[in-house]
């Protein structure tokens, strides 16, 4: 970030355009988030041994069960051959794995509420989510939404 200030409407400003950090020293502070993975996602990349970090990535077989293309959050192998999941080698635990698949039909359900702006869809899926459970507050929230937002469905 300081580099990208530094650097920052240089060509407008006359302001010097070298280098502030040398290559590999800056420092990603603690707590910079979904910025401090993706700096060390770019940083993983760019070298032969990588990192590896949690990312969202598709399923691709990943865990077994589950559509490839369905978005899971897992280890991974960041190197300049790209990213690979790292495979557990094992099943995913019952209760888990029943709880990942009524996430991801909350998911899917949201998704084609969203697209065929169905109410009812949307009722559905949310009662699904393990914090609601409960189609009663399902409704609730899906028409306080609606109320509040204008008419979405």
Do not use: W
Request: aromatic share 8%.
């Amino acid at each position: 970030m300081a580099v990208r200030e530094h650097f920052y409407m240089s060509i407008e400003t006359g302001n010097d355009k070298t280098a502030v950090f040398e290559k590999g020293s800056l420092e990603v502070p603690d707590g910079m988030g979904y910025a401090g993975v993706m700096l060390d996602c770019i940083e993983g990349l760019q070298s032969d041994e990588g990192n590896y970090l949690v990312l969202s990535v598709e399923n691709n077989g990943c865990i077994a069960g589950l559509e490839d293309k369905d978005v899971i959050e897992v280890t991974c192998k960041v190197s300049k051959s790209g990213i690979r999941p790292v495979l557990a080698g094992e099943e995913v635990p019952e209760p888990c794995y029943l709880l990942i698949r009524i996430v991801k039909l909350y998911e899917k359900l949201t998704v084609r509420a969203i697209e065929t702006k169905s109410k009812e869809t949307a009722i559905q899926a949310l009662a699904l989510h393990p914090l609601v459970n409960s189609y009663s507050l399902a409704k609730k929230l899906v028409g306080k939404y609606d109320e509040t937002y204008g008419g979405i469905f």
